[in-house]
């Protein structure tokens, strides 16, 4: 059994939620409603704020604000992967899913990988980092040639705030610090 802990202080997470097998599961038209449908209603019945996202066929960056004294953004990640297997998961996956004792005993199907990753925003310095890796996630994979193109992000709002150019990551390609983003 792993030791593994997870972050409980603060409020403000950035996370990686990947599909099982990297499946291309997540940008599909009804895959997107569903997966948006299961978070609002996680949102009403658990607070948190989105305040960074993009979703990519396989896996999901995005950044979180929980209320004060909440750090309980597994259970959240819970709601949003069950909801949305239960959702479509089935009918996504058109396949048989395993039956190993494991999975029997969770009660889990082929959506998505068992955990997610997750990091503990230390300042606005860690949170910009992390905004710019989110933004520029579909340009690394090779899916646009600029953040502005992919449809299924945060950016646009960026850009509208004032927070980004509409040309940024378009021009040259962007370096991270070592140890921002996880996939």
């Known amino acids: ?23 291309p599961l997540l940008c ?18 658990m607070r948190f704020e989105i305040n960074a996202w993009v979703l990519l066929p396989d896996h999901i960056h995005c950044i979180w604000t929980l209320p004060a004294g909440d ?28 039956e190993n004792a494991s999975r029997l005993k969770h009660r889990e199907q ?5 955990r997610f990753w997750e990091h503990r925003i230390r300042d606005e310095k860690d949170f910009e980092a992390h905004c710019d890796y989110i933004h520029y996630n579909p340009v690394k994979h090779g899916l646009v040639r600029a953040p502005r193109d992919w449809a299924y992000s945060t950016f646009r709002n960026y850009v509208e705030r004032g927070l980004y150019s509409e040309d940024w990551g378009s021009l040259d390609k962007i370096e991270f610090p070592e140890g921002i983003g996880a996939e």
Do not use: C, P
Not at 83 to 94: C, D, P
Not at 110 to 114: E, T, Y
């Open 28 to 45: 599909m038209e009804g895959s997107r409603a569903a997966l948006e449908e299961v978070i609002k209603e996680t949102q009403a019945r």
């Open 110 to 114: 082929l959506v998505w990988q068992r």
């Open 71 to 98: 750090s309980d953004y597994s259970k959240r990640w819970g709601l949003i992967k069950a909801g949305y297997t239960k959702s479509i998961g089935k009918a996504l996956t058109g396949k048989a899913q395993a």
């Open 1 to 23: 059994m792993s030791n593994y802990r997870r972050a409980r202080e603060g409020n403000i997470f950035f996370f990686t939620v990947v599909t099982h097998g990297r499946q």
